[in-house]
Antibody, heavy 118, light 107 residues
């Protein structure tokens, strides 16, 4: 069974980087596409970006200058780094697998709440 | 970006009833729409993709339909486990975008 689990600090200071890890079990990150999605207070959701089976990436243009998604295939993990955090980055961050045949998410992690505050 | 306007924001229905949730796309997305369910405290679950295709393991009381740029999720014979949040997502064009969600309460 494919399982994803997010981990990382729950509190980040403004101007600092937000760094999260998604650990995947039951499937290799060298197959499919793997994405990050966040849900803001008030429930608006935003697709942040993905890393592909080959390591290529695509990002939401709204974040393009601040975001980086990388991976460690030996640990079967992928990572999110969001630089220059502001209070507007306070959200629940989720990782998910994109299906091979279409850009929809067939497996999700539980999500981790990150607060950006001094 | 493609805007997904989802309605209603919340609804309350009784066991056994049928409910419908709508998503209106700001442009043609050619059936590239997915529906998700998120039960309280759980991760989202894919229900339907390509507007009408039921994901493996999802009960047949869930169904999707489309009319132009309007997409609908129908849930028949509501069960207690159907309580939760539902949201749509267009998978036609990047950036991928989501509806604002619908909170379903079972009375």
């Amino acid at each position: 069974e494919v399982q994803l689990q997010e981990s990382g600090p729950g509190l980040v200071k403004p101007s600092q980087s937000l760094s999260l890890t998604c650990s995947v079990t039951g499937y290799s990150v060298t197959s499919n596409y793997w994405g990050w999605i966040r849900k803001f207070p008030g429930n608006k959701m935003e697709w942040m970006g993905y890393i592909s089976y080959s390591g290529s990436t695509a990002y939401n243009p709204s974040l393009k200058s601040r975001i980086s998604i990388t991976r460690d295939t030996s640990k079967n993990q992928f990572f999110l780094q969001l630089n220059s955090g502001t209070t507007e980055d306070t959200a629940t961050y989720s990782c998910a697998r994109l299906d091979n045949s279409g850009y929809y998410f067939d497996y999700w992690g539980q999500g981790v709440m990150v607060t950006v505050s001094s | 970006d493609i805007q997904m306007t989802q309605s209603p924001a919340s609804l309350s229905a009784s066991l056994g009833e049928t409910v419908s949730i709508e998503c209106l796309a700001s442009e043609d997305i050619y059936s590239n729409l997915a529906w998700y369910q998120q039960r309280p405290g759980k991760s989202p679950q894919l229900l339907i993709y390509y507007a009408t295709t039921l994901q493996d393991g999802v009960p047949s009381r869930f169904s999707g339909s489309e009319s132009g740029t309007q997409y609908s999720l129908e849930i028949n014979s509501l069960q207690p486990e159907d309580e939760g949040d539902y949201f749509c997502q267009q998978s036609y064009k990047f950036p991928l975008t989501f509806g604002s969600g619908t909170k379903l309460e079972i009375k």
